[in-house]
């Protein structure tokens, strides 16, 4: 087991946690890792918001494009992909790592064979009231629309037919593969993203020791909230294998 050390952030969905993270890697001359359990499927890129090329270059961003929608996925695959990722870093460039999936930061503190013990691990959770989070969701998904969502499922689906389950469950693909109408559609995405920045509340909530950071009006103002808690507190020590 790889031991190094990381400033870590989470958060719901659409909270603002990447920008946030991108301002402070930056200032940092960090790379990122990216703990979103969507990520790792190449293509799948608006429906997800993943980063920029620009941005996954700057930040030697890791934790995305690892395999493709029709090839499966689990928690141990990407620890094991991280690790590879930070095996290629140089041993002295800072590391942050940023995102919603709750398991990988689990995975990183604590390993997947050990025996879980409380309190659970305590780490930076973006917080942010929910009819702002809502309308968040709301103008990205509108965002991702007029950007071509339904281009690039289209295309992915003539490129691999035949996906694994948890690619074809990911909110704002499955909704196309079931053949809704528009309006359906997106109501739905919207439906699923809530119920989605919902559950990783409650998992932050309750299977980490969260140190709340509530969300700024700008992601310098989200970021530098962050940077007083990564000061008082990181950076964390995550396991590798």
Do not use: C, N
């Amino acid at each position: 087991m790889t031991k190094r050390e990381a400033y870590l952030l989470a958060g719901p969905t659409a909270s603002g946690k990447s920008a946030a993270a991108a301002i402070l890697a930056r200032a940092r001359g960090a790379a990122i890792l990216s703990a979103d359990s969507m990520l790792v499927y190449r293509g799948m890129d608006l429906g997800t918001a993943k980063p920029s090329h620009e941005e996954r270059e700057e930040f030697s961003m890791g934790g995305v494009d690892i395999v493709t929608p029709a090839e499966h996925f689990s928690s141990g695959a990407w620890l094991r992909a991280a690790a590879e990722w930070l095996a290629a870093l140089p041993v002295d460039r800072p590391v942050v790592v940023v995102g919603g999936t709750g398991l990988y930061f689990s995975a990183l503190l604590r390993g997947l064979d050990r025996e879980w013990t409380f309190p659970p691990p305590e780490y930076p959770v973006l917080q942010m009231p929910r009819v702002r989070l809502h309308e968040r969701i709301e103008s990205r998904l509108d965002a991702m629309f007029m950007d071509g969502l339904a281009a690039e499922v289209a295309e992915l689906r003539r490129a691999y037919p035949v996906w694994s389950d948890t690619a074809s469950a990911a909110i704002g693909y499955k909704e196309f593969i079931e053949g809704l109408p528009f309006a359906a559609v997106r109501e739905k995405i919207l439906v699923r993203t809530r119920q989605l920045a919902k559950r990783q509340d409650t998992w932050f909530r309750h299977q980490s020791t969260p140190i709340y950071v509530p969300a700024g009006d700008t992601a310098e103002d989200t970021a530098a909230a962050v940077d007083l808690v990564w000061r008082r507190h990181g950076p964390w020590q995550i396991s590798l294998p």
